[in-house]
């Protein structure tokens, strides 16, 4: 019987989680709302909120687990990526607690958690599968062979699909975080009422910063003429953006996938919880006769559930990590 304390901190998220043999009884995220007046995470505002959460979200995910900090086995945290500030907090809190009770400390690669938040519940996807991992900071199809064994295919040349949303967000005076907004105006909206290009990119890379060039043009010319366009046509705007993103999203799994001859795709990362990004992977996943695998909503975006799922898989192995670990703001998937 293996139990594993989980500790998530890379961006702006501090959560805590505990796994038994495989199975998640406690998840506790505490979110920082000091964020929303910036328009997005402040480095420094975000490690000390971390200081300030990371010891009651532990002792809540603890009491909601119903055991006692001395039945964990050992404690997996995010190594990376992330924000150096941030991820410190999480990392010197993991060292002391293992130091204290003489147990094993595991280290995570956050990318490579979002994946296996796919091993939390049931159907799991048989190995191998293809993962588009999209989230503010990365956009990745990654070929997942086994648990820890990975193979980075395409990612994105320069913006991530999440950071395309908020800064769409932001040209269009929406509030932080602006990717949630505009998936649900773009739920009530005509998705062709306006064409936004697609990038010609080699191969299974993407890239989404010509995308957030010519929708800023958009707006402003068409501002030029109607000072209440964007207001006039919210819905349609945001509609007809999400439409475009999640077709340069999936036309490029959907090449991988043929190129490849893998039918076993999944979904992870924050971005996963857009309903367009998740209902055109069904359409998609029919028509290909994919085997689709989309996680719940509670695990696309930074939790700990992920992370200990992954400790749990790392601790069967015996694939320890030493007290002098020190964080990684970069950390390839593979």
Same mark, same amino acid.
């Given at each position: 019987?293996?139990?594993?304390?989980?500790?998530?901190?890379? /961006?702006? %998220?501090?959560?805590?989680?505990?796994?038994?043999?495989?199975?998640?009884?406690?998840?506790?995220?505490?979110?920082?709302?000091?964020?929303?007046?910036? @328009? @997005?995470?402040?480095?420094?505002?975000?490690?000390?909120?971390?200081?300030?959460?990371?010891?009651?979200?532990?002792?809540?995910?603890?009491?909601?687990?119903?055991?006692?900090?001395?039945?964990?086995?050992?404690?997996?945290?995010?190594?990376?990526?992330? $924000?150096?500030?941030?991820?410190?907090?999480?990392?010197?809190?993991?060292?002391?607690?293992?130091?204290?009770?003489?147990?094993?400390?595991? %280290?995570i690669?956050?990318?490579?958690?979002?994946?296996?938040?796919?091993?939390?519940?049931?159907?799991?996807?048989?190995?191998?599968?293809?993962?588009?991992?999209v989230?503010?900071?990365?956009?990745?199809?990654?070929?997942?062979?086994?648990?820890?064994?990975? %193979?980075?295919?395409?990612?994105?040349?320069?913006?991530?699909?999440?950071?395309?949303?908020?800064?769409t967000?932001?040209?269009?005076?929406?509030?932080?975080?602006?990717?949630?907004? =505009?998936?649900?105006?773009?739920?009530?909206?005509?998705?062709?009422?306006?064409?936004?290009?697609?990038?010609?990119?080699?191969?299974?890379?993407?890239?989404?910063?010509g995308?957030?060039?010519?929708?800023?043009?958009?707006?402003?010319?068409?501002?030029?003429?109607?000072?209440?366009?964007?207001?006039?046509? $919210?819905?349609?705007?945001?509609?007809?953006?999400?439409?475009r =993103?999640?077709?340069?999203?999936?036309?490029?799994?959907?090449?991988?996938?043929?190129?490849? @001859?893998?039918?076993?795709?999944?979904?992870?990362?924050?971005?996963?919880?857009?309903?367009?990004?998740?209902?055109?992977?069904?359409?998609?996943?029919? %028509?290909?006769?994919?085997?689709?695998?989309?996680?719940?909503?509670?695990? /696309?975006?930074?939790?700990?559930?992920?992370?200990?799922?992954?400790?749990?898989?790392k601790?069967?192995?015996?694939?320890?990590?030493?007290?002098?670990?020190?964080?990684?703001?970069?950390?390839?998937?593979?």
């Amino acid at each position: 019987m293996a139990t594993i304390l989980g500790i998530e901190s890379t /961006c702006d %998220e501090t959560s805590a989680s505990i796994c038994i043999d495989g199975k998640i009884y406690s998840n506790i995220i505490a979110n920082q709302a000091v964020h929303g007046k910036y @328009g @997005g995470v402040v480095p420094e505002l975000a490690s000390r909120a971390h200081q300030q959460n990371i010891i009651p979200t532990v002792d809540q995910c603890i009491i909601d687990a119903k055991i006692h900090k001395n039945d964990i086995d050992a404690v997996a945290f995010s190594r990376g990526p992330g $924000l150096l500030g941030s991820l410190l907090v999480g990392t010197s809190f993991a060292k002391a607690f293992a130091l204290s009770k003489n147990i094993p400390l595991i %280290e995570i690669n956050h990318m490579q958690a979002h994946i296996l938040a796919h091993f939390i519940e049931d159907p799991k996807p048989e190995f191998p599968f293809l993962c588009l991992t999209v989230s503010g900071g990365h956009t990745q199809i990654v070929k997942v062979n086994n648990y820890f064994e990975m %193979e980075l295919i395409g990612q994105t040349l320069d913006d991530a699909a999440g950071e395309a949303f908020d800064k769409t967000a932001k040209i269009l005076n929406l509030p932080y975080p602006g990717g949630p907004l =505009i998936d649900r105006y773009a739920q009530q909206g005509d998705p062709l009422r306006f064409q936004f290009p697609e990038p010609n990119v080699p191969e299974f890379n993407f890239s989404f910063s010509g995308l957030k060039t010519s929708i800023l043009y958009f707006i402003q010319r068409n501002t030029a003429k109607n000072p209440s366009f964007v207001e006039d046509n $919210l819905v349609d705007i945001c509609a007809s953006i999400q439409d475009r =993103i999640v077709s340069i999203l999936l036309n490029k799994l959907e090449t991988a996938a043929k190129s490849l @001859g893998i039918k076993n795709i999944a979904i992870a990362g924050g971005v996963s919880a857009n309903s367009g990004l998740r209902s055109t992977l069904k359409e998609r996943g029919a %028509e290909n006769q994919w085997n689709i695998f989309i996680p719940k909503f509670e695990y /696309c975006t930074d939790n700990a559930a992920m992370i200990s799922i992954a400790g749990y898989y790392k601790y069967l192995e015996k694939d320890f990590t030493t007290q002098d670990v020190a964080p990684l703001t970069r950390w390839s998937v593979e």
